[in-house]
Structures are given as C-alpha cells and as structure tokens.
C-alpha cells in the first residue's frame, strides 16, 4: 500500500511538471504571437508554482517572462524593461544559463539600452526623480557598472532629493568608485571622426590595417572630489556642517594632493566661508597650475566674501597678468573700483554750503570722475568678449553720460537698446 503511495506521489508530479512546461510554452507562443500583455498575464500565474519547477523549467519560465516585459522594438515602459532585465538576470541563475543564457543576455542588453533611453529623456525633461529611480535601478540590476548609480546620484540631487542623494553618494564612497577610465581613440580615415575601441589592441590593429590614424589615449578625471564635495554640500545644506567638514578632511586624508579633490574642497570651504582653508586648498591647486587666471579669478571671489577687497583686487590682476582679456576678471575689478563711489557719495552728501564745503565738493567730485575713467577699460575689456553683459553695457553708457563723452555715450545706448531689445 505504501509503495502504491508512492507511485500515485511520483505520478502526480509528473504530470504537475508537464502541466507547468505546457504553461510556459503557451506563454511562449502567445509572446510569439506579439501579445505581450497577454503573455505577461499567463507568465505571471505560474509564479505559484516555482517552488516545483526543476532548474531547468525555472530557466525557461524566467527566459519567457523576460520576453514578455520585454515586448516588441518600441515598448518604452521602463517599469516593464525593468522587469524583462530582472527576469533575464535569473536565467542565467537556473540551470547555469545553458539553454537560454546567452539569448538571454542579448535581451538584456536591448532592454537596458531602452531604459537608458528613458532616463536620458527624462533628464532632458528635467524630469531628474524619475531619472534616478530607473537609474538606479538599472545598477541593482547590473551592480558591476556603477556608473549607474554615480548618475542616479546626479539626477536626484537635480531632483532636490537631498536624502537619496547623500545614499546614493555614500554606497559610491564605500564602493571606492572614481569613474576613471582610459580611453583609446583613432581617426577613421574614411570619414574623419575620432571613434573609440575596447582596448588598445583592437586600437592598434585597426591602425594598423590603415583604416585609422592619429591613435590617442585619454584617462579620464577622478569623480572622487565630485563626489566627496557633494556629500559636504548636501550636509551644508542640512545644515549639518560638522559632518561636511568631515566629509572632505576625510577625503583629502586618502588623496591629499588629488586636484579635483583640491578644488571640492575649496568650494565646500568657500561656501562655509572658511577663507583660510579656502585660501590653502586653492594655493595647492595653484602650485599644480600657475598659469591658470581662472585659479587667481577664484581666489578673488573668495577674498571678496570675506570682505577683503585689496585682496581681492591682487588677485584679479594677478589673474589679468595671466590672460589680459579675461572678461570675469575685468569686470569684478571694474565692480570694485566702481564700489567706492559709494564712500565719495556719502561724503558728499554730508557737506554743507560754506566755501569750504562746496571746496570739498568739487574735490570729491574730480575723484568719482576719475574713478568712472579709471574703470572704463576694465568694462570695455569685459564686454569685448561678452556683450552679452547688459549691465556692464548699461554702466559704460552711464559713467560716459557722466563724463560727457556723448559719442561714446551714444553708442553704448544703442548697444544697451540693442540688448534690452532681444
């Protein structure tokens, strides 16, 4: 009797195991028929009945659910490309892939580069929390790209999720990720375009075969800095500045002479306005890039916060011995100067009419002249390359009024016109 049990047992199981790869493949070929919808509706009722399916019947499950989440060539539905990705994943869990895997990992990719599609018009949207979240996503799915996640990351702090982003921050630190990569290029000489390659051998085969030319390796810039200055700057604006500026002292204390790292550093600084602090992570910048006015540009600004205006000034033309023409620089030393016509006014507005004072006056007035004159180069510098700049275009038209220098006068209001006009 019991072994009678046994056999109804074994036969039932059999026949459960039938029934099951009957369901599968009438799945299949309603996927086939290109009712998607359908057939994620009869994958999804087997889902009770994994736990009696053998490897090789939950490969096949897995590998006809990922078909259909997946669709047809034009289903953009992150959430079912998702799904379709998630269910390709596991075929490859069951049955070590071997029937399905590798058709499986070419619909993968498919659906990937579709959700990627999707996030990158989401951004373009300026929709950034829905870019995260399929972003994301897309890591917990392929966790070895982890550019994934550095990009989720991005699109949530555009998105103002200070929270997700500090998470998503926090898992790259812990990870050690810093987005270099080497790159190898080479001009394809059929049509001029400098395309990349896998590795530097494909590089210098194709080169070599006289297909392309001009080979050339890039390593790209550490994201580390990037990184460590957002966390500072998400802690900042929690109002959390203890944990900002351990943030960075923890950054620098693994790569003190990093550059990018440097710079992050002085902007978390300059924003907690720790000029001292921001002064020294700029000058080690310097060190590296003497030549850089935008360096010296920067230290001005941050001078300027602090109030230290002959500071500042030093700077600025520190960063004009360097390029002349640079616009920024000229304008802001154009602003300073300007910004002592305040102090002549407010003396002139304190004398009286006694010979004296109307003496006084008239010197005060030489000096607010000479000053206007003094800033006249510095903003037409700053406007020859960017004339864009209504309000230095608009204070040159009134210093000049000022002056009457009415030709000059003239065509800076036909300027200003112009502009205001657009």
């Known amino acids: 009797m019991k072994t009678k049990s046994l056999v109804l047992a074994a036969l039932s199981v059999t026949a459960l195991t039938f029934a099951q790869k009957k369901e599968i493949k009438s799945a299949e070929k309603t996927v086939e028929s290109g009712s998607f919808v359908q057939a994620q509706t009869e994958i999804s009722g087997l889902e009770g009945m994994m736990s009696q399916m053998d490897e090789k019947e939950k490969e096949y499950y897995y590998f006809i659910k ?30 070590d892939g071997s029937k399905y895997g590798q058709e499986a990992t070419q619909y993968k990719q498919q659906a990937m580069n579709a959700v990627i599609s999707s996030a990158v018009d989401d951004q373009n949207a300026e929709k950034y929390s829905d870019a995260a979240t399929k972003l994301y996503k897309l890591y917990t799915l392929t966790p070895k790209d982890t550019s994934y996640l550095y990009f989720a990351a991005s699109n949530a702090v555009n998105a103002q999720d200070f929270p997700t982003a500090l998470d998503y ?57 990037e990184i460590a200055k957002n966390i500072a700057l998400i802690y900042v604006q929690e109002g959390e500045n203890d944990k900002a500026i351990s943030a960075i002292d923890d950054a620098l204390a693994e790569n003190p002479d990093d550059d990018a790292l440097l710079r992050s550093a002085a902007d978390v600084y300059l924003k907690m306005d720790m000029t001292t602090e921001y002064e020294a992570a700029m000058n080690k910048v310097i060190a ?23 500071k500042a000034m030093g700077y600025y033309e520190k960063a004009l011995e360097i390029d002349p023409d640079y616009s920024a620089a000229n304008l802001n030393i154009a602003a ?18 006694s010979k ?26 700053a406007i020859a390359g960017e004339e864009s700049n209504i ?22 209001k036909a300027k200003l016109d112009a502009l205001e006009s657009k």
């Open 288 to 310: 590296k890039d003497p030549n850089n006015p935008g360096l010296y540009f920067n230290l001005g600004v941050g001078a300027a916060k602090a109030d230290d205006m002959e």
């Open 336 to 353: 300073l100067m300007l910004g002592k016509d305040k102090d002549i006014i407010e003396q002139m507005n304190t004398l009286g009419n």
């Open 169 to 225: 921050y926090s898992q790259l630190k812990s990870l050690g990720y810093t987005g270099v990569e080497t790159k190898f290029t080479a001009k394809n000489k059929a049509n001029g375009q400098v395309e990349s390659f896998n590795s530097k051998q494909q590089r210098d085969l194709f080169v070599k075969s006289g297909t392309h030319e001009d080979p050339q390796t890039e390593v790209t810039e550490s994201r580390a800095g």
């Open 391 to 412: 309000e230095a275009v608009r204070t040159l038209y009134n210093i000049h009024v000022q002056l009457g220098n009415t030709t000059e006068a003239d065509k800076y």
């Open 66 to 95: 990922g078909r259909a989440f997946l669709g047809g060539e034009d289903n953009k539905k992150s959430e079912d490309l998702l799904k379709a990705m998630e269910a390709f994943t596991k075929v490859n869990e069951f049955n």
């Open 356 to 381: 004296a004072d109307n003496a006084k006056y008239n010197e005060l007035k030489k000096q607010r002249l000479a000053l206007y004159g003094e800033a006249v180069p510095y903003l037409e510098k």
